[in-house]
């Protein structure tokens, strides 16, 4: 049924840098505010395996060095 059926396991890591910039103005009856965010993510693979062809009835995860080549 799933012959042609892909899997993978995949695992990131990460990096964020930000910063917030806001104010608040009190006016008595009423209040104002503005908030502002500014950043910059950086996301790589740190292991990859995929889902390997079928080997005596069965199937394992190979990593991802293997299947790109």
């Known amino acids: 049924m799933y012959e042609r059926g892909t899997s993978s396991r995949t695992s990131y890591s990460g990096v964020e ?16 505010g503005y908030t502002a965010r500014f950043g910059e993510n950086t ?15 069965k199937r394992k995860y190979v990593p991802f060095s293997l299947c790109a080549k």
């Open 17 to 32: 840098d930000a910063a917030d910039f806001g104010f608040e103005l009190n006016l008595g009856a009423a209040d104002l």
């Open 43 to 57: 996301e790589q693979i740190g292991d990859a395996t995929y889902l390997g062809a079928p080997y005596q009835g």
